[in-house]
């Protein structure tokens, strides 16, 4: 999905929040925001805002020295997550539709996402963000299509939603079906990378693999040969957060997209209002 | 006031907004963004947030090809601002302290800023925000100048406070004092100019003048020689709004700066909140 004039004002407050966590010396700041202003100024050389982000957080790493700024946020949402893990489990066991449940307590993962709410009372929040339901939810199109997978590809998006993801995981290994979640392969932002899956735990229900981007999102053409072959091949792929639905909207191949809906922009492509949870299927172009 | 890096994001949000509002042509606005990225890497060359909004307005100006975008939106708001006005002077003769009644007025008319509040319902929040009471209120030292004042100089800020400002001109003008009302010297954002302030009819309660600056804010290296030394020798000035805070926070004189903090930045230099109205007097550097 094209990068829109909209996305310039967000990305460059990204890039201040990034600079700020990398490191507090306010001359790499301003070093770091004067060269996010000429990438910002090199937009059509960009595929989608997740190929904008990439340099963007590039060169907060460059900068400021700091391989993985968002380490300790990252550690800090997966506990927060862990912390409330025993819940989700709970709401999808006790639910009439275990499939819808496991992926709405997924689809609730995505507010972990610290780059959009900085300050977020985890606890308090997810109790009631699992109450809401779906806006719209592809259910009956995902059931049928799980009927004939053996294989199915979820693509993971933050670090604590991947501790969400598990219950989803969980559902989808059922009647002996292959799950794969795919992480970014190297940090950005907050999003989870093999270490952070692995803490969670979600090898426990999945075979981990990395997609080998950079970017907040699974930019095919930025992705191993081995990652694009799984997302080809697999029986039903599932992509989770803005991100990757950037860089996969207009993938060739059915995909459900599973997301809460972040910005005004993402929300009309998708017909939704921000904050609606989203279970949209795209038959491919 | 420094230009600070939180300025960036938000000039670039108010760049789209301008390039929005002055060219429906989305290649045009494609090209200021672009074009106001390589501003926004141009920061350590500007003096203050102002400084860079006239540049930044400037590229909005010189690729639409239109020399005021927010003509329609300045009348919008003086002619709503009209609307109010019986309202603002019932509100200043029934108070127990007139000159605050009337400092508060000519404050509350800072939300008339399009800028900031985009899609403003006046009439239903201006009688809300009159009853809300300054948060800090330098009055008895505004009060103790004005006795030995003979000259009094407000510099305006944007386009419909201007309808407010007549309400504080006015009690200013009482026991025979001078007073000036001075506006930018060419249109900016919804800034007013002399044609502003005479469409509102504020050459009735002073004599109007240019600063000659075409930056939201009074930057003394751009006004007229003419205002600069209205500045220096009036015997009391009072800035109104945020740019001209930024602008002549540094001043060698003392100033009273009116204005409601819209921004967390200058909220916190006035060690205020978002959304307080103030009255604060700068002995001046």
Known sequence: MELFLD????????????????????????????????????????????AMAQAMHEIVRSVSGVADPYQAIKRRDLDAALGVEPLL????????????????????GNVMDSAVFADLDITACVAEELERPFARCDLPELAADLVAARHVLVIGDNS??????????????????????????????????LAEARYAGVDAYATLMSSGTGAPGAILEDCTP??????????????????????LAGARRPV??????????????????????????RDGS
Do not use: H
């Open 160 to 193: 604590g939603e991947t501790v969400f993801d598990k219950v989803l995981l969980a559902a989808l290994a059922a009647e002996g079906r292959e799950v794969v979640y795919a992480v970014r392969g190297r940090p950005i932002i907050n999003d989870a990378t």
């Open 89 to 108: 489990w709970r709401f999808a066991a006790s639910a009439d539709d275990p499939l819808r449940a496991a992926l709405k307590v997924a689809a609730t």
């Open 226 to 247: 081995e990652f694009v072959r799984e997302f080809r091949d697999a029986d039903l792929v599932i992509s989770k957060g803005q991100g990757n639905y950037e860089a």
């Open 7 to 50: 996305c310039m004002p967000c990305m460059n407050r990204q890039v201040l929040e990034a600079a700020r966590t990398a490191t507090p010396d306010e001359e790499s700041q301003a070093r770091i925001m004067d060269r996010a202003a000429l990438t910002l100024a090199r937009r059509a050389e960009f595929s989608c805002a997740p």
């Open 256 to 281: 459900y997209f599973l997301l809460k809906a972040k910005c005004a922009l993402i929300a009309r492509r998708l017909d939704a209002a921000i904050g609606d949870y989203l279970l949209v299927r």
